[in-house]
């Protein structure tokens, strides 16, 4: 026993040192107003970084917080509510032509965002799609409701239809079976197919800056635009703006699924 | 890889069908959405490809724009520095995250806290991690400042170009620690269901723990590995961001040249610039399908 | 792909209603200036400029935008852009394409070979400046505003700013700065590893490029006038042999370049290169004021003078708002715009408006603004103005050194 806690232990630190490392300069330079080569550390500490966001940038951050979040969120529930069934589908049942379907359904998680928007620029152009929220939201479906459908699909693969049975045998309708039944049994799965199409959708820059050609400001788009590699502490402190509603996000999933959390991913 | 959420039988295998009318309902909404928005994105680009203008009379389709990108010297070298990028973190990422997996399925696998902090790469995005990769181990970076304290000399001048390097040492490492947690997740749902009894098993009949690696675990975790690796490979093959800020400026991988042309003023780059993201596709579609088959013909009775 | 097409309009058809916007007309001439100014009322200016700049940011952001509001109801958004050649070709598709009302560019921040393609194509609204009446502010013989790189401007866009490419030094590292371009050149083979520049099409590395142009040509006025194709080839040709010699004495032997002057003002904080280059005079102080740069970082000017160029704002063919966009354009050409934009601690870019013509309380305020610490005076920067060349050259010389310097070809 005691072997396993000192492994344990040492994954453990491993595990977070990896995982913190890359945070630290971010935090560092952002609170940094003066930081030459060679110092270890900033020579002097400030928030002009900060005061820069939270004022010059403040609205354009806001913008993009808005933007991001919309189109993430309405990109995930439109995932979800096309992925549902079709999850359902493929992990339920056998059918003529499953493999195919499939192979078509799952296509797009492989294939880059970068060849699809290029040619969906053209089409979208002409149905006045292009710089608008929802012809950015259309493109992030393209590859955010396949990675839905293989998480439900999965689910689903589990998933005993005989409780379905026995609700309905006891006279609940459908819409109740589904309520009381399906969707309880299934909600750990569908909240990670969720939170995977929401993060998804909420890190994408290409096909956004394709598709929104800039007017749609995601997070993403700004932060490219405002670092341009340079400023140090402002890009730094945008990044971990960036983050941070991610880090709500999971904490938030974490508490709701338990100790599930992303797991169910496969 | 697409085997792989049906990689267990089905709990219940009795009523594993449906009238053919409920399932083509269950599967409309999503086969739209995929054939209008994904085949549609692919389609269309292809005649951008071929040289379809809108709002032109006389449309003239060529091969032209494939052939002058294929035969561009930079295509080649392009290709090889995307393979490499692609195969390299992709190989890297999975032997540690198979080293990762097992030991947290040994040692760790009920401590909440580790697996929290694993999802934290899964949800951080690419930007910022480039972004504090630069802060970090460019010759001037973080590390590279330590060093200079620690020792008390400038280190500059001997510190390792790891940033906007020839051999993506920048890159690769973001992806890495990108990708690990990603696969070590996809593993751990699979080892977990396994169970130790088999292991135990392997162990009373004297297999060394190699054996029981290779003979046991291996053959559990290789269809969600073999999924999880053609994730990461046609991820890594196809992204922008990363390489557009960590590469060298030349040679650059295909999809930042594909954008490069896309977005250039001239606009007959353009059609090139589409080309070139249809011919992405298509490798990656082909890789995808290609080791699909591979790994399908062994062990076909699981 | 009609089928496709054919599915995709019934399937969307009901967004697209929705999202149709139409815009009004631009029937400039008709309307007087006080009409103009009526309809821009309670507009939204989506302005794309680029983005790199947080002084530049700094200004469009407070300063300009709650003027606007609250001179003209007007809410100004700045959206932007890490190069505005990507707006540019955007708006050529949507040309393209005919879609010529609704466009989400109301105004941008332009010049140089951008401004020839968006001439060239017919992507901008206009004639423009000659409407509005702060035009009156500026000099209209001055030979600088009537071609952009070599393009007539024909009031086809508004002149905003002013800049100069400047060097950017550390006196403490590097107390004699070599101060021709010879000088520079031999300082970089002496000192290997201690130079770069950023990879053209870069605005700023281009800059530098041009820069090697005028010196191998040995002549700046030729450019201006009639070159043969010849003339042009021998001298590009002359340019990219002393930049490929130079890439071994380069950061990182030339392999590698940085993609911009921001990331090039890092490697210069940094100490890993002794030179950084702006084509912003102003910058340099700046970056001393956000603690980026050492405090005895200073810049100069070569000998035999430094690029300069106006940079202009125009608006699109299908801007949605064009009577805001021209009420903000005709405000950047104020007094007070201006002023405000020259002060060091806010941007430090040359006024573009004559101030021979102006109230003496105006010159007043304009010569007594500080200079930050590292910032030229403005004499000794006029005096080393040189002309950009026509755009032609420009575009020949970024094609060039990608294949001839970078690919090595």
Request: aromatic fraction near 12%.
């Amino acid at each position: 026993m005691k072997k396993t806690n000192s492994a344990q232990y040492t994954i453990f630190v491993l595990v977070l040192f990896t995982i913190i490392v890359p945070f630290i300069p971010l935090i560092l330079w952002s609170l940094s107003e003066q930081w030459f080569y060679p110092a270890a550390l900033p020579q002097k500490f400030g928030l002009r970084a900060w005061n820069y966001i939270f004022s010059t940038a403040g609205e354009q951050i806001i913008r993009g917080l808005v933007a991001s979040f919309s189109v993430a969120l309405t990109t995930s529930i439109l995932s979800l509510f096309i992925g549902y069934p079709a999850g359902r589908a493929l992990g339920l049942y056998n059918f003529k032509g499953k493999k195919f379907i499939a192979l078509l359904l799952l296509l797009p998680i492989v294939v880059p965002p970068l060849s699809t928007s290029m040619g969906l620029h053209l089409w979208f152009l002409h149905l006045n799609l292009t710089e608008h929220f929802l012809g950015v939201v259309l493109v992030h479906l393209t590859f955010c409701l396949p990675y839905s459908i293989y998480v439900i699909s999965g689910v689903f693969s589990d998933f005993n239809p005989d409780f379905e049975a026995q609700a309905r045998s006891l006279g609940a309708t459908s819409w109740q079976v589904f309520v009381r039944v399906t969707l309880p049994m299934t909600l750990p799965g569908v909240t990670v197919a969720a939170l995977f199409a929401f993060l998804l959708s909420w890190s994408q820059y290409l096909s956004t800056l394709i598709i929104g050609g800039g007017k749609i400001l995601t997070l993403p788009i700004l932060l490219f635009s405002l670092m341009d590699g340079g400023d140090r502490p402002v890009a730094s402190a945008i990044s971990l703006i960036f983050i941070c509603p991610v880090f709500v996000v999971l904490a938030a999933s974490a508490q709701s699924l338990g100790r599930q959390g992303l797991r169910g991913i496969r | 890889m697409f085997t792989a959420p049906a990689s267990r039988p089905p709990v219940s295998p009795k009523e594993t069908t449906l009238p053919q009318k409920s399932i083509i309902l269950l599967l409309t909404p999503a086969l739209l959405v995929v054939v209008t928005l994904f085949g549609g994105g692919l389609v269309i680009g292809f005649f951008q490809a071929l040289g379809y203008q809108p709002g032109i009379e006389e449309q003239s389709l060529s091969l032209q724009h494939f052939i002058t990108t294929l035969t561009d010297p930079d295509f080649t070298t392009s290709l090889g520095l995307t393979l490499y990028i692609a195969l390299t973190s992709t190989l890297i990422s999975a032997i540690a995250s198979i080293l990762l997996a097992v030991a947290i399925n040994h040692w760790a696998a009920n401590n909440k806290i580790i697996h929290f902090i694993l999802q934290i790469p899964l949800a951080a995005p690419h930007l910022v991690i480039g972004i504090s990769m630069i802060l970090l181990i460019a010759p001037s970076g973080f590390i590279a400042r330590l060093c200079s304290f620690l020792f008390a000399v400038d280190v500059q001048n001997t510190f390792p170009i790891l940033v906007n390097d020839k051999w993506s040492v920048g890159i690769l490492l973001v992806y890495i620690w990108k990708e690990i947690p990603f696969i070590t997740f996809m593993l751990l749902t699979v080892l977990k269901n396994m169970g130790n009894e088999l292991l135990e098993a392997g162990a009373s009949l004297g297999a060394t723990k190699l054996q029981r690696f290779f003979s046991i675990t291996f053959p559990i975790i290789r269809l969600s590995l073999g999924a999880s690796c053609c994730i990461v490979f046609a991820f890594t093959f196809g992204a922008f961001e990363i390489p557009y800020l960590l590469g060298q400026t030349y040679p650059q991988t295909l999809p930042v040249w594909a954008y490069m042309n896309f977005s250039d003023i001239d606009l007959k780059a353009r059609p090139e610039g589409v080309a070139l993201g249809i011919i992405i596709a298509v490798i990656v579609i082909s890789t995808v399908l290609l080791s699909e088959y591979l790994t399908r013909t062994p062990n076909r009775n699981r | 792909m009609i089928f496709l097409q054919q599915i995709g309009t019934s399937l969307l058809s009901f967004l697209v209603s929705v999202v149709i916007s139409v815009g009004g007309a631009f029937a400039a001439d008709s309307l007087s200036w006080q009409q103009i100014e009526a309809q821009a009322h309670g507009k939204t200016v989506d302005w794309y400029m680029w983005g790199g700049s947080p002084a530049v940011n700094t200004y469009v952001n407070e300063y300009l935008r709650t003027e606007l509001r609250e001179r003209y109801g007007i809410i100004l958004r700045q959206v932007p852009v890490q190069d505005i050649a990507e707006v540019v070709s955007k708006l050529a598709v949507e040309k393209q394409a005919a879609k010529v009302e609704g466009g989400s560019v109301d105004l941008m921040w332009i010049n140089g070979e951008n401004f020839r393609t968006c001439k060239k194509l017919d992507l901008l609204s206009g004639p423009l400046t000659n409407i509005l009446p702060n035009s009156r502010n500026l000099d209209s013989d001055s030979l600088a505003l009537l071609s952009d790189f070599g393009t007539p401007v024909e009031n086809m866009e508004v002149p905003w700013g002013n800049s100069q490419l400047v060097m950017i030094y550390d006196s403490a590292r590097t107390p004699a700065p070599p101060r021709t371009i010879s000088s520079l050149l031999t300082w970089i083979q002496n000192n290997p590893g201690r130079f770069t520049y950023p990879a053209p099409p870069d605005f700023t590395g281009s800059a530098f490029v041009r820069q090697i142009f005028y010196h191998e040509a040995g002549s700046v006025k030729q450019w201006q006038g009639n070159y043969s194709k010849e003339d042009l080839k021998n001298a590009a040709d002359k340019t990219f042999a002393t930049l490929v010699r130079l890439k071994e004495a380069l950061w990182r032997e030339g392999r590698t370049y940085p993609e911009s002057p921001v990331r090039m003002d890092t490697l210069f904080a940094d100490k890993q290169v002794d030179f950084s280059f702006s084509y912003q005079q102003g910058s340099a102080s700046q970056n001393i004021d956000d603690g980026i740069f050492q405090p005895t970082v200073r810049t100069y000017v070569f000998e035999e003078g430094t690029v300069s160029n106006t940079h202009y704002v125009a608006i699109p063919f299908n801007a949605k708002d064009k009577y805001a966009a021209m009420v903000v354009a005709n405000f950047l050409l104020s007094f007070e715009a201006q002023l405000e934009k020259a002060k060091k601690d806010v941007w430090g870019d040359f006024p573009v408006i004559s101030l021979v013509k102006a109230d003496p309380a105006w010159k007043n305020q304009f010569s007594s603004l500080p200079k930050g610490p590292a910032t030229l005076s403005d004499e000794e920067l006029q005096a080393h103005q040189l002309p950009e060349p026509p755009a032609e050259v420009l575009i020949y010389l970024e094609k060039g050194w990608q294949k001839q310097v970078l690919k090595n070809r």
